[in-house]
């Protein structure tokens, strides 16, 4: 009981060890993923108290009170709706046991610590985070654009003048056109599926 409190209070006990692919399914963060929506597990850092599995659609983090304390929290973060920022990764000293990678997933920052034999894999997270940042930034900004434009669009017919039926008619087939529009473009730049950037960076 003792070595276990002092792990907990010096940060020991908490250091993650990177889950190999053919152990997913030992981990319980295999039991909330949305299989049934082909949601897959890419990548999956497990510790004493917690799990973080990152799988194409978002982050599970399975959150414990302690090392020693079985009650757990679950927490989901889309990707598309909670973007990744300030990510960090810091390698391991002469003397450290581990390297970390922190980052932002929305407002919420988090810290993972892993063991320092794991860097290689480590970085390659590292690099898939990054790029699903870029992505999803890349995406919100086309979308803002897209959006702005329709509105300005909607201002130079809404100044116009409504003086006759088929004046009346043209106004009701261009609201028709912006409102199909705005679901194309929102259904176009809202990526929720991030396959693609897990099998370009993360090496198994």
Sequence with gaps: ??????????????IGKIIPPQDYDKVDSDDYILSEDNEKIFFLIKSRRDEYC????ALIHIDGASAIDR???LRRYEYYQFPF?????QTAGTIDLDAE?????????LMISVAKGQIDQLKDLYKALLAIQQEVHH???LLNFSNDSIQKAIGSVASGKQESVAKNQELKAINEYIFAWNTNSYDRYTQKDFSKVFEKYINN
């Design 85 to 89: 920022s300030n990510v960090t990764l």
């Design 71 to 73: 009650k757990r929290v």
């Design 101 to 109: 990678i922190s980052f932002n997933i929305g407002n919420v920052p």
């Design 54 to 57: 990152f799988t194409n659609r």
């Design 1 to 14: 009981m003792f070595k276990k409190l002092a792990a907990e209070a010096l940060g020991l006990g908490d």
């Design 139 to 141: 995406n919100h900004s």
